[in-house]
């Protein structure tokens, strides 16, 4: 166990020494550097503990208490921009980090009018003075752990959503490791949730520490970020592409009926934007946005997305890719000289993978599976 310990309290620090000397480092680079510096503090202060090391410097003792509370912040801000192209944090940001400040603050009179003696009755229970304060902190730290999770992959569902409102093309948007992170955090406090339940609410003692189940889950945590993070690129739009492009955010069925679109004018542009679409073929552009094609139709961007979403019933994404799909197979079944990468990159796909997801996401089966059962 203590070789578990060691190697979490190794890697969290040496990890966030990497990301410090990144030489290209961004702000989630550097938010990324931070957590991982808490979580070496709050893996070290679990190892000093069960060595005992709070009865031999009990000024020790609740000096981390409040640490889990960042947790959940330091995640949440880590997946906000590596979402947004800033160098900053914003006022409002700080204020996530409230809870653990407050917490740190009450503890003040613990941690300079409390006698050696006194703090260690406190930590073994044989002085009740912050009990409640303890059962409050501990529900505390699971509800952060758990509503932060939520928050952050809503914030990536809809970043997912503006992204196929707006662009064609998957290229450095994949948000699979931001995820990682959140399930990751998620069990965690999940496991703590389950396990504080058990143990504080109907009494269970487990035969084995408990704990040792979740630093365990700690470590393997710093382990996934070792493999994942700092191979990890930002998920931000360029801000090329924000100074140039248009950004439509998504809207709701109520927000279509207050845009001022007129029905006879919109079935007017789906028309003239079916005619493109076969005609001018856009869609072999495999950079193609949303902007670039309402300039085509000559609307705007916002009226455009709606059109696709209320003729089409799908998003600007799907919309491209159809008649990419559709392209792709016309040029397959008439031209066998080439192989089908090549008449995916020429219909307007950007690589094999996204290729073949976007073909089975439509189709249901893979490209050649749909060939040759054509051919049959």
């Known amino acids: 166990m203590n070789t578990i310990f060691t190697i979490g309290i190794f890697l969290s620090f040496f990890l966030s020494l990497l990301l410090v000397a990144k030489k290209q480092k961004s702000l989630p680079d550097i938010i990324l550097a931070l957590w991982l510096s808490v979580i070496g503090i709050h893996l070290t202060s679990y190892y000093l503990y ?10 020790l003792i609740g000096t981390t208490l409040p640490i889990p509370l960042l947790h959940g912040p330091m995640l949440f801000l880590y997946t906000l921009y590596s979402l947004r192209n800033e160098t900053r944090l914003r006022k409002i940001d700080y204020w996530h980090f409230l809870p653990a400040i407050l917490s740190w603050l009450y503890m003040c009179r613990f941690y300079f009018f409390y006698s050696p003696e006194k703090k260690i009755m406190v930590d073994k229970g044989l002085i009740d003075d912050f009990s409640i304060f303890t059962n409050i902190s501990l529900v505390a730290f699971i509800l952060s752990g758990l509503t932060y999770p939520v928050l952050a992959f809503r914030m990536i569902g809809k970043h997912e959503q503006m992204i196929d409102d707006n662009f064609s093309f998957d290229d450095q948007l994949s948000l699979n490791w931001l995820k990682y992170c959140i399930y990751g955090t998620a069990l965690l406090f999940l496991t703590a949730g389950i396990l504080s339940g058990l143990k ?7 035969p084995f520490n408990d704990d040792y189940i979740l630093y365990i889950l700690l470590v393997f945590f710093v382990l996934l970020i070792g493999y994942f993070g700092i191979r990890h690129q930002n998920i931000f739009i360029e801000e090329k592409s924000k100074n140039d492009l248009e950004l439509v955010l998504p809207k709701s069925k109520g927000e279509y009926k207050k845009s001022g679109l007129k029905q006879e004018v919109a079935a007017s542009a789906h028309q003239k934007l079916q005619q493109v679409m076969l005609e001018n073929k856009p869609y072999t552009n495999p950079k193609l946005t949303l902007a670039e094609l309402a300039e085509l139709i000559d609307v705007s961007p916002n009226h455009l997305s709606q059109i696709i979403n209320q003729y089409e019933q799908m998003n600007f994404h799907d919309f491209v890719n159809k008649y990419r799909i559709e392209e792709f197979i016309q040029k397959a079944l008439s031209n066998k000289n080439y192989s089908l990468l090549a008449h ?30 054509l051919s049959t």
Request: hydrophobic share 35%; aromatic share 14%; no cysteine.
């Open 50 to 59: 069960s060595l005992d090391f709070w009865s031999k410097y009990p000024h």
């Open 344 to 373: 995916a990159l020429d219909a307007g796909f950007n690589s094999k993978s996204a290729f073949n997801h976007v073909f089975k996401k439509l189709k249901g089966v893979t490209p050649s599976k749909y060939l040759s059962d």
């Open 200 to 206: 504080e609410g109907l009494g269970i003692q487990m």
